[in-house]
Nanobody, 128 residues
Framework: QVQLVESGGGLVQTGGSLRLSCAAS????????MGWFRQAPGKEREFVAA??????????YYADSVKGRFTISRDNAKNTVYLQMNSLKPEDTAVYYCAATGKRALPTPQTERMYDYWGQGTQVTVSS
């Protein structure tokens, strides 16, 4: 089994920055690709970003709404994936979930069924 624990959420003003972390434990050798999703109040969970696996770092994928503002990265030695969020907007307010999968490639990174493991989420609130 794999456990994912997110951290780094909080309250920030519009235009501010936050960095989310997701640490994996357990059978981390079974994890290759990872992603971030978010769910705002009253809305369905949506894709934010993902990173596939390769020896050179992997490919990254972003939702159009965060492209150019958010950056996903990973530290394989620490079994951790990060989401650097800059120029935050009130519409970025949501619970952010980390996800992981044993798949090395992500043909459809935005679909939840690509992922096998999920964290409990961390709240991000952007005030206007």
């Amino acid at each position: 089994q794999v456990q994912l624990v997110e951290s780094g959420g909080g309250l920030v003003q519009t235009g501010g920055s936050l960095r989310l972390s997701c640490a994996a434990s357990g059978l981390t050798c079974s994890i290759f690709s990872m992603g971030w999703f978010r769910q705002a109040p009253g809305k369905e969970r949506e894709f934010v970003a993902a990173i596939s696996w390769s020896w050179s770092g992997g490919s990254t994928y972003y939702a159009d709404s965060v492209k150019g503002r958010f950056t996903i990265s990973r530290d394989n030695a620490k079994n951790t994936v990060y989401l650097q969020m800059n120029s935050l907007k009130p519409e970025d307010t949501a619970v952010y979930y980390c996800a992981a999968t044993g798949k090395r490639a992500l043909p459809t990174p935005q679909t939840e069924r690509m992922y096998d493991y999920w964290g409990q989420g961390t709240q991000v609130t952007v005030s206007s």
